[in-house]
C-alpha cells in the first residue's frame, strides 16, 4: 500500500503542489499524522494462541473513572427528562435507552416521534456510546494542517487525490485517504456532542421541543432551574439562547463524563490485554474479520490499539456509499422520488453540489453491535446474519439483495441511477463480480457473528472453579 507526503494542506490548495501529493503517494512518502491512523492495525500477520489466547497483549490506555462533575450530573437529569419534548413523553433516553448500549430498545427501523408520537424518522437511530473521540468532519486527514483550509478547500483537494484501497491487513494507509470522515449523525453536520443534543431535541421528528424560547421557559420551570443559577449564574434564567446553551453543554457533558457511554469492558478489551481466551468459534471470527479475502471488516471497524495504547472504536470514522438496498418499511420511502443521500441532503446542505458523495454514510462503531436491533442507516436489516449475507451476496448473487423488476436485478436501489457509480465497488469484499464465489462460507459468517458478540460490554471472567 502506498502512503501519503505530509505537505501541509495549506500549501496542496494549489495544483502543482497537489500534483506533488499524488506524486508522493505513488512513491511511498510518509502519510501525515491523523487521530484515524492512532487506531491502525499493526502490519504483523495475526494471531490467536491455540488456547485461545492474545499472543501480544498490551496495555490499554483507558478513560479516568472520576466522579461527574456537577454539570455532567445536571447533564443526567435532563437525559431523562420527557417534560422537554413537544409529547411530554419522550426523553433523551427513550431512544438511547442506556440498558440497550444508548441505543432503541425496539427493533423499528425508525422510531417515533413529534407531538403526538405517531411522526416516523427517516434513519436508524444510532448509538451515543463511543463518540467521546470522535473528530471533527473534514474531507482528508484530521491534523492541525488542515484546520485553517475551508470544507470547499479540501473537497477541490479530494476531487485530485489518489485513493488507496482499504484492506484489514494495512489501515495505516488507507487513514491517509482524501475522503470524508469524521463527525456526529450518519452524515457528520454537526462536530460537537453539545450540537448533537440539540438535534433530536428540536427536530419535529423526534423530541419536537418547539422553539429555543419553548424550550427555555420548560427549563425555568423545571425542578432542577436552581441548578441552572447555581451553575451558570441567575442571569442565566432570563437570557434564554444561553439557558439552552448551558443546557445543551451539560447533557454533552454527561455523555463525555459518564463511564457507561466509553465502559471499554468488553470481552474483546479483556482479550486484548491477555486476560480473557476466545473460544474456537471466536478465535476463527476474528481472523476472518481481519482477512481481505473473508470479511475485510477490519479495513473500515479498525480493531486494533493505536501506538498510543488507546483502545479501538471499531470505526475509521470515514464515510462510505454502500449500496444497502431499499427499506420498504420507511413510510418516507413510498414516495418513488424521495432519497436519503447521506452526506448530499436531505439534513445536510453544505455539501449538497458534491455529487460524488450522494449516498455516503458515517462507519458506526461496532461495538455492542450484537446487542442491536435495526443495522445500516436505514435500518433494513434486523440481524446480524443479514448484514453478513449483504456483504457476501451484493455483488456475487445481486438477486439475493435487491429486487426484480422487468426481469432485471435493481441494484441499489435506495439510490438514484446518477448516483449509483458511487458505491463501493473496489475495497473488500466489494472487489468480486457476478457469479464469483463469495467471500465468506456460512462457517465464516457464524464465526464472525460470535466475535461480534466478543464486543458486547459488561463481560466478566467466568468464576473459578475447583475441588472444595
Known sequence: MRRYAPFALALL?????????????????AAPATQTQTQTQKQTPLRVLPDGANPHPVRLELPARRPLSAVARLGRVLFFDTALSGSGRMSCASCHDPRHAYAPANARSVQFGGGNLRRPGVRAVPSLEYLYRQQNFS??????????????QLVALGRRAVRV?????????SAANLVPQGGLFWDGRVNTLQQQAGGPLFNPLEMDGGS?????????????????????????????RLLVSEA????????IEDP????????????????????????????????????????????????DGQPP????????????????????????????LGLCGPYRRDLARQTRYCGMFLTPTLRNV?????????????????????????????????????????RFDDLPARYRANVDRVDPPFDRQRGQAPPMSRRDMRDIIAFLRTLDDGWHAPAATGPR
Not at 490548495?13 to 512518502?29: E, F, H, Q, Y
Not at 445543551?248 to 455523555?255: E, G, H, S
Request: aromatic share 12%; net charge positive; hydrophobic share 40%.
Open 212 to 240: 429555543v424560547a419553548t424550550l427555555a421557559r420548560k427549563l425555568r420551570r423545571a425542578p432542577y432551574a436552581s441548578r441552572f443559577a447555581n451553575l451558570f449564574g441567575p442571569a442565566v434564567l432570563r437570557e434564554p
Open 313 to 340: 472504536l471499531f470505526t475509521d470514522t470515514q464515510y462510505e456509499a454502500l449500496g444497502v438496498p431499499r427499506n420498504p418499511q420507511i413510510p418516507a420511502n413510498r414516495d418513488a422520488h424521495y432519497f436519503d
Open 139 to 152: 474531507i482528508g486527514p484530521d491534523n492541525e494542517e488542515n484546520e485553517t483550509v475551508t470544507l470547499q
Open 260 to 307: 457507561s457511554f466509553h465502559p471499554f469492558d468488553s470481552k474483546y478489551d479483556a482479550w486484548l490485554q491477555g486476560k480473557a481466551r476466545f473460544t474456537p468459534r471466536e478465535a476463527r471470527g476474528y481472523l476472518a474479520f481481519n482477512d481481505p479475502r473473508k470479511g475485510d471488516c477490519a479495513a473500515c471497524h479498525v480493531d486494533q490499539p493505536g501506538p
Open 165 to 173: 484501497r482499504k484492506t484489514a491487513r494495512d489501515t495505516r494507509a
Open 13 to 29: 490548495l494549489a495544483l502543482s503542489a497537489c500534483a506533488g501529493w499524488v506524486a508522493a503517494a505513488r512513491a511511498g512518502g
Open 248 to 255: 445543551l453543554f451539560a447533557l454533552a457533558r454527561y455523555q
Open 370 to 410: 450484537a446487542t442491536r436491533h435495526a443495522f445500516f442507516h436505514n435500518g433494513v436489516y434486523h440481524h446480524l446474519a443479514q448484514v453478513l449475507a449483504f456483504y457476501d451476496d451484493r455483488d456475487t448473487r445481486p438477486w439475493r439483495i435487491y429486487p426484480i423488476v422487468d426481469g432485471r436485478v435493481d
